[in-house]
Structure formats: C-alpha cells, structure tokens
C-alpha cells in the first residue's frame, strides 16, 4: 500500500477505469499523487462491458504473445520493468496459452480493482461524466466505447470530430458441450509443450469439402446493419471471421484457420483447415474461438458455427457482437507527452488516442500516469527513447501523418531496424527481433535510471 503523505495537495482527475485509466491511477499513487477517478459503470454501462470492475476485458481474454521476438513481448517486458498494474495482475491471473499470455478474465479485473480501492490515495466516483473539468489536471481514458455526451464534450474541447472503426467480439462457449471425439488439445509444432503434455488450444480439425461449405455459409449468413454507418472500416486485427471469406476462399485458411503445425497427435493426419479454441477462465471451462470474431446475428452465428466439427452441439456462453470505437486525430491534437496542445493540463490516454489492443491501450496510461505525477512534482514530462516500444507508440500518436493516422498495435515496424549479422553470420528473423528486444530494454533502463 502506497505511504499516504502525498507531495502535493493538488489531486488529479481521471476520467475511465478501464485499462489506461487504472495503471494511470495506479503511477500517480505508487507516486503519492491523489487520484479522483471517474468510472460511468455500473450505473451506464456500454454495448460490450458486463460489469463495473476496473480494466474490464471486452473482446478477448489474451494480450497476446509474451516473448522477446515479439513486439508486445517487449511491451510487456517494459512495462514490468516499469511497476504495471496491469502486467502484475495479468501475470496472477494467467491461464495457459502457448506462448500467449491469456488471463482469465474475471480473476484479472477483480485484481485490478481490489488493488485500486486498496489505495488510499485513490477516491472513487461512479457515475457518467457529461462535462470535462473545468481546471486542475484530467486524464482522459475514457476508451473507444466513450459516451456520447462526454465525446461531445471532447469534440467542443478539440474543434476535431470523431474518427471511428468498428471492433467485434468473438464467441465463448462451454467446453463441456464440445466433442472430443473429434477435437484434441494440441500447440502448433507443439511450440512451448513439454513431451507427454497436452497442448494449450483445442483444435477442430476440418477436411476440404467441410471447410468450403463452411465459408459458403459464413458469406452467405445474414450480418447485423450498420444503418448509417457504412463507411466506417474494421480494425484489421480485429476483422471478423466472415469479412476475411468475402475477401476470398482461401483467406480464413491462411489466417485464423491455418492448419500448419498442428497435425493430430495420435494418427498424423493433416486437416486442410483448423478452428482453434482457447481458455477464457482459470477452470477451463469456458473456451474463447480464436480469430472468430464476427458481426453475424445471434441466430446465424449459431447456425453456422454448429458447421464446425466438434462444435455440432456446442453452447454459448456468449456469442460475438459488434460496438464501434472511437478515437481523436491524436497527431493534430497531442504532443509527445500525451497533452493537449490547446490545453496541456488535459491530457489523453488509451484507445481513445490511436492505439489498438489492451496492452498498448494500459501502456498509454502508465506512461500518462508518469507524465502527470512529473508534471504535479513541477517537472517537465520526460518522454522515453524512440527506440523503445513505449516511445514507439508515442512516436505513432504525436508523429504521424494526420492523413495516415489509423488506430495500430505495437509493431516492430514504429522500432528501429537490428542488427541483420553476427560477423559474417546472417542473423535469421528472430534473432534480428530479439536484438532490436535488447537494445529497447537497455535503453528504457538507461532511462529510468537518469
């Protein structure tokens, strides 16, 4: 618990308990720095949230690969080096998934929360805010699902209207009903399973004829209207399943539905497409369809995804949905420290400002969090390196073209380019990724340091 003699008498106001909001609470407390945080639910709750604990996980239960050769690996990496909220409770309330780091997700935000609440530097306010304070230091992390009245708000503080995608929701079903006749639990290449183990998905194997009749009826299958709303794009790491089948036969093959590497592991056979299953809950009990989020109706997504094999019976405990996002022209309106330009007391974080996933979404908030308590302690807000994956994405938000500015995840694409040999040795792909991992790991610790 955090010593309670804060540094300065001024409280910061902190607008969303989701993900940047709450690691955003969290820096400033660690830091002795008085939070008011607001949270609208439960008492308004949004299309896709179902309760009012803290960092509610909406779409997915993974923030996805935990390893140096990836991008988020390395987000991950520092923001444990950098005391998250967010990767603490995530790392508690792990559940296996390969080399995913996939939580479960009730566990996860009741962490969250409780750590929160037991800080008491932090005042909680239920309730919808409609108007943006008028003095003092505000966060804004209210996220894409942002109120209309409040993104009004926004709107008249910015003279920028909305920039919108739209986000849709996998299916979670029980695992019981599954057929493990048909289905088995398997890695792909057994990647990060010891001999004798079972894998951490759960695998529905389909044969040629299957899977084009399946994709028939994905394309063919009746979608929810957007009524209005026609010209606003898919997020691509969050296109749904039956979007990818209109782009071609093939499409859901080599994404979500790829079969290389998993094999079956007891008679060798080779399935031309596979729908891959992983753990939502710590039990098991409840598995989350990877890759299939979808805009279908509630009637269709049962029709057609009783298609696939070992699914024939299979019961939702929830079925997928679709909710638009919402974020600012970030380039145009934040500088490198997340401030506002016109009123640089106000600052933003979260998806809200561009970026695209949980964890990039928590990383904003932590380096929000850290930029406020610099500026209450009467310093200038110090922006990490470039070449780290936080400076990255804060490279994204402040330094793209207003014109080319779409929500994105961390990529090794905003990193500087690694080494490409060792002497006269040609590093392979990994390898290249790990040392740029390296470097930014360095670099953040020279920086934490200073």
């Given at each position: ?250 499409t859901p093959r080599f994404g979500p539905m790829k079969p290389v590497g998993l094999d079956h592991p007891e008679t060798g056979e080779k399935a031309y497409a596979v729908v891959q299953l992983r753990r939502d809950n710590r039990m098991g009990s409840l598995l989350n369809m990877v890759g299939f989020q979808t805009k279908m109706t509630y ?152």
């Amino acid at each position: 618990m955090t010593d309670t003699s804060s540094p300065s008498t001024q409280t910061v106001t902190i607008i969303g308990a989701g993900l940047a909001g709450s690691e955003a609470a969290w820096q400033l407390a660690k830091r002795g720095i008085k939070v008011r945080l607001h949270e609208m639910r439960p008492s308004k709750m949004t299309p896709a949230h179902n309760t009012g604990n803290c960092a509610e996980l909406v779409c997915s239960n993974t923030f996805r690969a935990d390893h140096l050769e990836n991008a988020v690996g390395l987000l991950h990496e520092e923001m444990r080096q950098m005391d998250s909220l967010i990767m603490a409770c995530g790392d508690k309330a792990r559940i296996p998934a390969g080399t995913a780091l996939a939580v479960d997700r009730e566990q996860f935000a009741e962490l969250v929360t409780t750590a929160l609440q037991a800080e008491p530097l932090i005042e909680f306010v239920y309730g919808e805010v409609t108007e943006i304070p008028a003095d003092g230091l505000v966060l804004i992390a209210s996220g894409p699902l942002t109120s209309d009245a409040l993104y009004e708000q926004i709107k008249e503080l910015t003279g920028e209207d909305r920039l919108c995608f739209f986000d849709a929701i996998a299916p979670v079903v029980d695992a019981e009903s599954i057929n493990m006749d048909i289905c088995y639990w398997k890695n792909r290449y057994d990647k990060n399973v010891e001999e004798g183990e079972d894998g951490d998905y759960l695998n529905c194997p389909m044969s040629e004829t299957q899977y084009k009749a399946f994709v028939k009826e994905l394309v063919n299958a009746e979608k929810v209207a957007f009524k209005g709303f026609e010209d606003i794009p898919f997020f691509d790491g969050c296109m749904p399943i039956e979007e990818m089948a209109e782009r071609g036969e093939d499409t859901p093959r080599f994404g979500p539905m790829k079969p290389v590497g998993l094999d079956h592991p007891e008679t060798g056979e080779k399935a031309y497409a596979v729908v891959q299953l992983r753990r939502d809950n710590r039990m098991g009990s409840l598995l989350n369809m990877v890759g299939f989020q979808t805009k279908m109706t509630y009637g269709e997504q049962k029709r057609v995804f009783s298609m696939i094999p070992g699914l024939e019976n299979v019961e939702f405990f929830r079925l997928g949905s679709l909710h638009r996002n919402t974020f600012i022209k970030s380039p145009a309106l934040l500088d490198g420290t997340l401030r506002l330009k016109k009123q640089p007391r106000i600052l933003f974080a979260g998806q809200i400002t561009g970026v695209e996933g949980y964890v990039e979404s928590a990383s904003m908030g932590l380096m929000a969090g850290r930029f406020l308590a610099d500026i209450v302690l009467g310093n200038e807000p110090n922006s990490p390196p470039s070449d780290t994956a936080h400076g990255a994405l804060l490279g994204h938000i402040s330094g793209t073209r207003i014109e080319d500015f779409q929500p994105m995840n961390i990529n090794f694409g905003l990193l500087p380019t690694g080494k490409k040999r060792d002497g006269k040795r040609r590093l392979s792909r990994a390898e290249r990724r790990r040392s740029v991992s390296d470097k930014a790991l360095e670099t953040l610790k020279q920086w934490l340091e200073e």
